[in-house]
Every structure is written in C-alpha cells, then in structure tokens.
C-alpha cells in the first residue's frame, strides 16, 4: 500500500507541489465511481490564501486517489495551486462538492487533511460541534470503534475553525443535508518515505468505515 501511495503522490509533488509549472484554469480533478461517498482533498497542492501561499498537506490527494479506488466511491481533489478552496470566495471547488452530491445522490462527505500535532493522535475528527453531521452522530461511533480495531489514536475537535461556515464540511452539511466530515491526519504518520507503516492502518480504518455505510439509514 505505501508504495502505491508514494506513486499516486507524484502528480501532486511535482513542481515542489505547485502540481504544474504552467498555469491552468483546471481547479480541481474528478474521479467517478458507484459507491455514493465523496473524498475530498483540497489541499492536496500548495494553496494560494490572501497573500500567502500555504503549503501542501502532502499524502492527502494519493490518500484520497487510493480509497476511491478501494472502495469504488467518488473523489475530488486539487492538483493545480489555486485559491484555498477552503477560503475561495468564488466557491468553484465547493460547488463541484454541491454537483456531485446532487447528481450522484451521496450519502457522505470526507474532506481529508494533515497537521502537525501536538501529541500522538493519528486522526483528528472534526465536523464542528458535530453540526456538520446532520445528525447521524452513531458515524462517530462506528469511526472509533474501527480506529480501536486498527491500533489507530483518534481524538474529536469540536471546536469549529474561524470563519468555519465557509468551509467545506460546513457547506455540503448546511446545502445538501448530508452528513460532512473533516479527517486530519497527524503529519508524524505520513512521513512515508523514512518507513513510517502508520498510513496502512489509518487508510484501512477509513476504507472499512466507508463500505460500513448504511445507505438507507444515513439521513440526507
């Protein structure tokens, strides 16, 4: 698997993770699939905030490139710099998150992130005083529960970000009613290259907790 996420991560590496050197107007890369869960990787290239140019949270993009694969569903990813989709006021990677969820009847969202944590936490859960799950609560639960079974430390931020209606977890819950969940990955697990074997179990939880989705019971 580790291997197979170091080639996916190349396309998003490239140019020191500018993705291109030519500019393009392609914002972000659709992957289809039949399996009715959205992954979301919007920071999966160096992001262009106000003035500042943020960098990539790396992996993120190859994470969400493989469990589409593994698990059929959907994905949304950027692979050129453009504006922070998180604080783009012009909202085009969020109204492809709105289109896709509309069109292909999606029950779930997770918008996959990396940071640099404090302690040893391998995921951080956010979903913003649990209002971005539009009350399907028992999701965390069940994440939990798989994180146990894989040796996997998960921790639950409830405090929402500034501005935190503008992100995208709080924009597919409050337009499209479905439940929306923001995974940040601790940075210290993603160091795949010094042999770090982490990222295995974290992607298996995530993979088994999306074929766990009930699709007649999720509310939407």
């Not at 993603?190 to 995530?206: H, M, P, R, V």
Request: include cysteine.
């Amino acid at each position: 698997m580790k291997d197979v996420i170091l080639n996916l991560e190349e396309d998003f590496a490239n140019n020191e993770y500018f993705g291109t050197n030519v500019w393009t107007e392609e914002k972000y890369r659709v992957l289809s699939g039949n399996f009715p869960v959205l992954l979301s990787a919007p920071h999966s290239v160096n992001q262009i905030r106000g003035d500042d140019v943020r960098d990539a949270e790396k992996y993120t993009g190859a994470i969400v490139r493989y469990l589409s694969r593994a698990t059929n569903s959907y994905g949304i990813f950027e692979l050129f710099t453009h504006a922070d989709p998180n604080y783009d006021t012009n909202h085009d990677y969020k109204n492809a998150i709105i289109n896709l969820i509309e069109t292909y009847n999606i029950k779930l969202l997770l918008d996959i992130h990396s940071s640099t944590f404090k302690d040893d936490t391998d995921i951080d859960i956010v979903t913003n005083n649990r209002e971005s799950l539009c009350g399907n609560y028992e999701l965390i639960d069940k994440f939990k529960t798989l994180a146990i079974k894989h040796g996997i430390k998960v921790d639950e931020n409830n405090i929402p970000n500034k501005d935190a209606e503008n992100e995208i977890i709080a924009v597919s819950a409050l337009i499209c009613g479905i439940p929306s969940i923001r995974l940040v990955i601790n940075n210290s697990k993603l160091d795949l290259e010094s042999g770090n074997d982490k990222i295995e179990s974290i992607c298996k939880t995530i993979e088994e907790f999306i074929l766990q989705i009930d699709q007649k019971n999720v509310n939407n």
